[in-house]
Structures are given as structure tokens and as C-alpha cells.
């Protein structure tokens, strides 16, 4: 599971590599005692380095998504989302809320979510019902493949291994503290790498031809990324993500736009994530 920080490094910058000998375009306000003369191919060693010693890291994101299906029928989606992940071995404890807006959903309250994912199992709470509950093992399968959706827009992994197609398009960039990379685009060639993104996360064979005939019908109207470096732990702070797209199946059409923004810190500082005794010992197995 060390794939998550080497990925979220590595990943970042391989995407970076043709232009591996430039080094990056300082802001207008960078002081030059602070400018750096890492080329792109020597912060892709010392961040695959860093990140291959990383055992740790929490991780704040927020997720903005609207969609509307027709005339009228538009629902708006906002999670807020907290995590501490360590990495061997692989464990988390999430607390989030999670709000859904539209015409039929009017006064319905934000979801609060909470949960365990350790080597002794998932255990979810539930807020109405004042209990928590564990996923039994032989779902545990179809939940890892759900972890892999959760982890692909929250962290650095799949999304940005992919990425390396389109290394051509980033710019390289750095403040006083910060190398940043940015992506703005949009195309039929993204088209792809959605497709790719999805393929991977679903898994299954079924799933993943469905999600290919939703892909089908997929127009790709704004892909932007925006990843931001530290220049001293050469590891992730930031990663912002934004899509427009729209989809058109079996002659209905939906347009989605979303916002996505991960801020990472605590890099080896957090403990092991352990299930209180009390959970291990009241959880009902769904």
C-alpha cells in the first residue's frame, strides 16, 4: 500500500517528464534566493524517494458536484471529507458529511459519515439508527473495489499515473515554498483517460462495460488539474481537480460539472488507526 504516497508523488511528477531538463517558471513574487534549479527529472527521483519513505498522512477534501438531467431537474452534491491513512498496514478512519440539494430533496439534512477501515474489517456508523455496523467478509471484495473510486478522487493514485499521456500539456511552475503543475484542456482525448480512470476503478467486467457504454456517449467539455508541491518534503500539499462533461444514453442526456479539492498534511505523524474495543465488540454485521 506504499502505492498511495509513491503514486501520489511519483505519479505527479512522471506525468511531467518530457520536458525532463527544464526547470520550473518562477512566479513574478518568487524571491530569487528561493528559486530552484530541480529540473523535472531530478524532482521526479527525490519525490518518488520521499514518498516511498512516507508510512502515513491525513488528507482534508472537498467536493462540490451539479447535475442536471433535463429542464428542471438539477441536483447539487457537496461532501466534506476528512481522513487519517496510514499505509502498512493499509488502514483509514474517515468522518465526512455528504449533502444533496435539489427540487425534491428540499430540507433534507447534510449525512454525516464515519468510519473504520482496518485488517479487522470496515465498520460504518449510522447516525439515525445510533449504532455502528460491519461489512461482512465476502463483501469485502466488492468494498475494496468501492475504496478504489474513494481513493482515485481523493488522492493522488490512478487519476495522475494516467496523466503521463498528457505530460505535453502541464506547465511547470514554482513559488517560495511550492512547485506547482497545471493542467487545462479539453477534447475527445480525454475522452480516454476517463475512460481508463473508470475501467480501473470498477473492476468487474460487467460494470466496467457499462461504464464503456456510458463512456460512449461522453463529451469532455473541461478537464483541469492543478497539483501543488513542497518544495522541503518534496510530497503533495495540494491537488485540485475540476471536469465538465456530459452524457448521452439511450437518448437522455445529463451534464455534470465537478470540483474536487484535496489538501494533504501530517506526513508521518499519525498513529495507528485501531477500531475501539467497544465498536469491535457492539458492531452488527450487515
Request: glycine share 6%; charged share 25%.
Amino acid at each position: 500500500m506504499k502505492k498511495w504516497l509513491t503514486v501520489m508523488g511519483s505519479g505527479a511528477l512522471a506525468l511531467t517528464l518530457a520536458g525532463c531538463g527544464e526547470t520550473a517558471t518562477p512566479s513574478e513574487d518568487t524571491e530569487p534566493s528561493e528559486k530552484s534549479d530541480l529540473t523535472l527529472e531530478e524532482l521526479f527521483a527525490k519525490t518518488t524517494a520521499a514518498s516511498e519513505e512516507a508510512e502515513s498522512f491525513h488528507m482534508d477534501m472537498v467536493t462540490n458536484q451539479t447535475m442536471v438531467m433535463g429542464p428542471g431537474m438539477e441536483m447539487d452534491m457537496k461532501m466534506d471529507m476528512s481522513m487519517d491513512v496510514t499505509l502498512e498496514p493499509m488502514a483509514f478512519y474517515q468522518t465526512g458529511t455528504s449533502e444533496f440539494i435539489s427540487e425534491d430533496m428540499e430540507g433534507m439534512p447534510a449525512m454525516e459519515t464515519e468510519m473504520y477501515y482496518t485488517p479487522e474489517g470496515m465498520f460504518t456508523y449510522d447516525p439515525m439508527m445510533d449504532a455502528w455496523f460491519k461489512m461482512p467478509a465476502d463483501e469485502m471484495g466488492e468494498l475494496e473495489a468501492i475504496m478504489s473510486m474513494e481513493q482515485q478522487s481523493g488522492d493522488l493514485s490512478g487519476q495522475l499515473e494516467q496523466l503521463e499521456a498528457f505530460q505535453d500539456d502541464f506547465t511547470f511552475e514554482q513559488t517560495d515554498d511550492e512547485f506547482i503543475l497545471t493542467l487545462d484542456a479539453a477534447g475527445e482525448e480525454y475522452e480516454k483517460l476517463i475512460s481508463e480512470q473508470m475501467g480501473q476503478m470498477m473492476g468487474d467486467a460487467e460494470m466496467e462495460m457499462g461504464a464503456q457504454e456510458l463512456l460512449a456517449g461522453m463529451t469532455i467539455n473541461k478537464v483541469y488539474y492543478e497539483i501543488f508541491i513542497d518544495k522541503e518534503t518534496l510530497l503533495p500539499n495540494t491537488m485540485n481537480i475540476t471536469m465538465d462533461f456530459a452524457m448521452e444514453m439511450e437518448g437522455e442526456s445529463m451534464t455534470i460539472q465537478s470540483d474536487i479539492q484535496s489538501e494533504y498534511s501530517g506526513y508521518n505523524s499519525i498513529d495507528a488507526i485501531t477500531v475501539p474495543a467497544e465498536i469491535l465488540e457492539n458492531a452488527e454485521e450487515i
